[in-house]
């Protein structure tokens, strides 16, 4: 027990950056139990590309992203234990690596001391009630529209579809975009993105023939000009 204590104080030393001497620098100890320390990782491991965490991010994305990299590579759980320090550094590997020795045992405790620790970093979500300012503007394209909607949608957790569905008919100016009520949020949106495409080729064939129209005026008049009889 004297020896785990001394082990301990002399990594605590070493993270504060107390030690006096470079032999001391040496991680003596990891927070992981012996199982995961005892198990042997496969030779043709390769770690995947990670964003590294520093504390000033969001931990719950720095969480979710590592877990899905690890488990397509089908990793085993003292795998994901072992190779998620990596993908901290600075004061977030400090804290880490403080931890007490053995207290470790699992990839699932490991990301609920991560998330306890840093929860306060964590960026609140929008709620329903977001979506009651969010409308098509006067003049606004309805590609455009349809574009801001859906990432104002998509920045809420959990939606149900039916309540996207209504938000999405409620909030488009257009009354008659919709002569029946599309059964699902994904049908809406196709619909209107046909009707959007559909006011976008018609704007670029107006343009085309106000465009042409012009041309041939002043074609004619340039046609008279040449025409005219030279002064006597």
Known sequence: MTYLAEELRNLKEQVEGKTKSPS???????????????YKIPGDFKFPE?????????????????QVKMQVLGVKDPVMCRAFLPTLKGQAQRWFVALPPGS????????D????????NIKPQKDLTHLGDIHQDEGELLKTYLARCQKEIQSIEEVEDQTALTFVIESIRSGQLYHNRPATYAEAIHMANKRANNEQAMKYKRQREAGGASGGKRTSADARERHRDPPS
């Open 24 to 38: 001391q620098m040496l991680l003596t100890a990891l927070p992981f139990s012996v199982e995961i320390m005892a």
């Open 104 to 111: 470790i045992r699992s990839f699932e405790g490991l990301a």
């Open 50 to 66: 990670q964003a590294t965490f520093d504390r000033s991010g969001d931990p719950r994305e720095h969480l979710l992203s590592y």
């Open 113 to 120: 001391r991560f998330m306890s620790h840093y929860v306060a």
